[in-house]
């Protein structure tokens, strides 16, 4: 069974950071390109952060650019995301999500982490 499971949410002042950490288990993370999504209410969700499987692109959402960074480690089998200089536009429902290519496009998600930022 795949599980993705995020961590690291909460509550954070603006200007502060958090790092949300995804584990990832019942799959080969090294086969998988990596993904941070978020979501908030009553808007799609969006692409915040990817890593390709062999973690050598990486891309951000304009909005993120040189504040939030992705990176992954196979060997632990997670994805991380660390995110700094936040503030109230982030606060989201942050998803972990790996896309796999085997004749056919293989989705998984994870269930999600709530950030807020607030003072």
């Known amino acids: 069974q795949v599980q993705l499971v995020e961590s690291g949410g909460g509550l954070v002042q603006p200007g502060g950071?958090?790092?949300l950490s995804c584990i990832a288990s019942g799959l080969v993370l090294s086969a998988f390109d990596m993904s941070?999504?978020?979501?908030?209410?009553?808007?799609e969700r969006e692409l915040v952060a990817?890593?390709?499987?062999d973690g050598k692109s990486v891309t951000y959402a304009d909005s993120v650019k040189g504040r939030f960074?992705?990176?992954?480690?196979?060997?632990?089998?997670?994805v991380a995301l660390q995110m700094n200089s936040l503030h109230s536009a982030a606060t989201?429902?942050?998803y972990c999500h790996g896309r796999h290519f085997n004749f056919r496009i293989i989705d998984y998600?994870?269930?999600?982490?709530q950030v807020t930022v607030s003072s």
């Open 17 to 19: 950071s958090l790092r």
């Open 36 to 43: 941070w999504y978020r979501q908030v209410p009553g808007k």
């Open 50 to 53: 990817s890593i390709t499987s």
């Open 69 to 78: 960074t992705i990176a992954r480690d196979d060997a632990k089998s997670t």
């Open 92 to 94: 989201a429902v942050y």
């Open 109 to 113: 998600w994870g269930r999600g982490t």
